[in-house]
């Protein structure tokens, strides 16, 4: 299990940028499971250690993967506003893919809303 086998090791030499993917992955398969509680404190820790090593794609990442795990509590709210900050950053950086991403969970989000 990558819990118990990767993440020691990552955190052990320092490696950061892998630990912080490998928690996002870690969260996407939690979600994939129903585990919304835990599939969220994992994105929460991967946004943190992306936002302190200041990786722009990877935050959005990270933004995109809470906004979708929001959208499965049901908090659309925090999903719209979640994936709106990704969105941005996407932009910014022009992540084409990532802002198609974006732009498909929040049209999904106002349609689940009954905003259109």
């Given at each position: 299990?990558?819990?118990?086998?990767?993440?020691?090791?990552m955190r052990?030499?320092?490696?950061?940028?892998?630990?912080?993917?490998?928690?996002?992955?870690?969260?996407?398969?939690?979600?994939?499971?129903?585990?919304?509680?835990?599939?969220?404190?994992?994105?929460?820790?991967?946004?943190?250690?992306?936002?302190?090593?200041?990786?722009?794609?990877?935050?959005?990442?990270?933004?995109?993967?809470?906004?979708?795990?929001?959208?499965?509590?049901?908090?659309?709210?925090?999903?719209?506003?979640?994936?709106?900050?990704?969105?941005?950053?996407?932009?910014?950086?022009g992540d084409?893919?990532?802002?198609?991403?974006?732009?498909?969970?929040l049209t999904?989000?106002?349609?689940?809303?009954?905003?259109?």
């Amino acid at each position: 299990m990558i819990e118990d086998e990767v993440l020691p090791i990552m955190r052990q030499t320092g490696d950061r940028w892998n630990l912080s993917s490998a928690l996002c992955v870690l969260s996407s398969a939690m979600l994939d499971q129903g585990d919304l509680g835990p599939a969220e404190r994992v994105a929460t820790k991967s946004l943190s250690i992306r936002r302190a090593i200041q990786d722009r794609h990877a935050v959005a990442e990270s933004l995109a993967e809470l906004a979708f795990v929001a959208w499965r509590q049901p908090n659309e709210t925090r999903g719209r506003t979640l994936f709106a900050e990704s969105l941005v950053i996407r932009r910014a950086i022009g992540d084409q893919a990532g802002i198609a991403e974006c732009e498909r969970g929040l049209t999904a989000l106002a349609s689940a809303d009954g905003v259109a």
